[in-house]
């Protein structure tokens, strides 16, 4: 399987998982329980009665470290066949269980899970406090941020529950604007890329009548205003999640083989390969091609360092929605003058 095919299979996977995991938490949240809180002033315990915990996720885990094996055999699925100086064949392995790849793995999960339930609480704290700022009754504010229940499907739609932080502040500031009645702030809904246009007729009218957007047609514009939000951040979010599990795996798989003696460090050598279309990010547009040591670490044009595509020690501006892969290239003549030059010493 190809690395552009593991892409494509592992991506869907995790944007399942991590959906499932959303569904798992808004359908299991007692309203009632929220809005008591509410009622009484407590935004803590509102955010805290919605219990947003890292088990929700299991799945999303589990489709992780498939990915991260499938990652490992990969790349030693790409070494030639060789012989040892014995005349033996070399068989390349990756294990998953090495405690070194599980190392990686579980802090690849650890920190994916726990960034999303934290960020979830803070973006959930936020919109539950705009709430109350705007006057809005509890109830009302707390199917905002849960969602309203789908009479023909039974599941809630809308809602902030899986959203970033920065996404449920970007959702506030559009209900403020709709809400406004100001036709200045209004049309900026239509710059939205994740808007619904088949409600473009009801803000315009609304515009050119100097008044805010009704508020139950606003509940359903914001409604899927944070739907379509939501797929936007799995999608990323399955795209650097999957492209960190294969780097790091494929970089771990290498260092086996060389902890396993079948290859010496100084012979291998990893070229930075982009996707080669005009999606590809600048900085590693430039470094496609070029070519440093199993340890080395590529340098950007902005100067950050990267061990390989979707480093975990990264920025994230480095790896969110990259698509760039290594090729591992080893010299295995190297090794073979090596040994003669030894015997004839």
């Given at each position: 399987?190809?690395?552009?095919?593991?892409?494509?299979?592992?991506?869907?996977?995790?944007?399942?998982?991590?959906?499932?995991?959303?569904?798992?938490?808004?359908?299991?949240?007692?309203?009632?329980?929220?809005?008591?809180?509410?009622?009484?002033?407590?935004?803590?315990?509102?955010?805290?009665?919605?219990?947003?915990?890292?088990?929700?996720?299991?799945?999303?885990?589990?489709?992780?470290?498939?990915?991260?094996?499938?990652?490992?055999?990969?790349?030693?699925?790409?070494?030639?066949?060789?012989?040892?100086?014995?005349?033996?064949?070399?068989?390349?392995?990756?294990?998953?269980?090495?405690?070194?790849?599980?190392?990686?793995?579980?802090?690849?999960?650890?920190?994916?899970?726990?960034?999303?339930?934290?960020?979830?609480?803070?973006?959930?704290?936020?919109?539950?406090?705009?709430?109350?700022?705007?006057?809005?009754?509890?109830?009302?504010?707390?199917?905002?941020?849960?969602?309203?229940?789908?009479?023909?499907?039974?599941?809630?739609?809308?809602?902030?529950?899986?959203?970033?932080?920065?996404?449920?502040?970007?959702?506030?500031?559009?209900?403020?604007?709709?809400?406004?009645?100001?036709?200045?702030?209004?049309?900026?809904?239509?710059?939205?890329?994740?808007?619904?246009?088949?409600?473009?007729?009801?803000?315009?009218?609304?515009?050119?009548?100097?008044?805010?957007?009704?508020?139950?047609?606003?509940?359903?514009?914001?409604?899927?205003?944070?739907?379509?939000?939501?797929?936007?951040?799995?999608?990323?979010?399955?795209?650097?999640?999957?492209?960190?599990?294969?780097?790091?795996?494929?970089?771990?798989?290498?260092?086996?083989?060389?902890?396993?003696?079948?290859?010496?460090?100084?012979?291998?050598?990893?070229?930075?390969?982009?996707?080669?279309?005009?999606?590809?990010?600048?900085?590693?547009?430039?470094?496609?091609?070029?070519?440093?040591?199993?340890?080395?670490?590529?340098?950007?044009?902005?100067?950050?360092?990267?061990?390989?595509?979707?480093?975990?020690?990264?920025?994230?501006?480095?790896?969110?929605?990259?698509?760039?892969?290594?090729?591992?290239?080893v010299d295995f003549f190297a090794a073979v003058a090596r040994r003669y030059r030894a015997e004839a010493a």
């Amino acid at each position: 399987m190809t690395f552009e095919e593991l892409l494509a299979k592992y991506e869907p996977a995790i944007v399942q998982a991590f959906l499932e995991g959303i569904e798992a938490l808004r359908s299991q949240i007692i309203l009632a329980r929220v809005i008591e809180r509410l009622e009484r002033g407590d935004i803590s315990g509102a955010v805290q009665a919605m219990q947003i915990e890292s088990e929700a996720f299991s799945a999303l885990e589990v489709a992780l470290t498939e990915a991260f094996n499938a990652g490992g055999i990969n790349a030693v699925g790409e070494l030639p066949a060789i012989k040892d100086p014995q005349g033996n064949r070399v068989i390349w392995r990756f294990g998953v269980r090495n405690p070194a790849a599980e190392a990686i793995l579980r802090d690849l999960s650890a920190t994916l899970v726990t960034h999303i339930t934290e960020d979830q609480k803070q973006g959930i704290r936020y919109a539950l406090e705009q709430g109350v700022a705007r006057g809005g009754n509890p109830r009302s504010t707390a199917l905002d941020v849960v969602g309203r229940q789908n009479r023909i499907t039974g599941r809630r739609e809308g809602g902030i529950v899986g959203l970033t932080s920065h996404q449920v502040e970007f959702i506030e500031r559009a209900r403020i604007n709709l809400a406004s009645g100001d036709p200045d702030l209004m049309k900026q809904y239509f710059a939205l890329k994740t808007r619904d246009k088949r409600f473009d007729r009801t803000v315009a009218a609304a515009m050119r009548e100097g008044k805010p957007v009704a508020a139950d047609m606003l509940g359903k514009i914001i409604g899927r205003l944070s739907d379509k939000n939501l797929l936007l951040r799995s999608e990323m979010l399955a795209r650097t999640e999957t492209m960190m599990a294969l780097g790091s795996a494929r970089d771990e798989a290498m260092r086996q083989q060389i902890e396993a003696g079948k290859v010496a460090a100084q012979d291998v050598q990893k070229i930075w390969r982009s996707a080669g279309d005009n999606r590809v990010r600048h900085t590693h547009r430039v470094l496609n091609g070029k070519s440093i040591g199993v340890d080395g670490v590529f340098i950007t044009p902005t100067g950050a360092p990267l061990r390989f595509p979707g480093d975990p020690k990264a920025t994230t501006s480095e790896i969110s929605g990259c698509r760039c892969r290594l090729q591992y290239k080893v010299d295995f003549f190297a090794a073979v003058a090596r040994r003669y030059r030894a015997e004839a010493a």
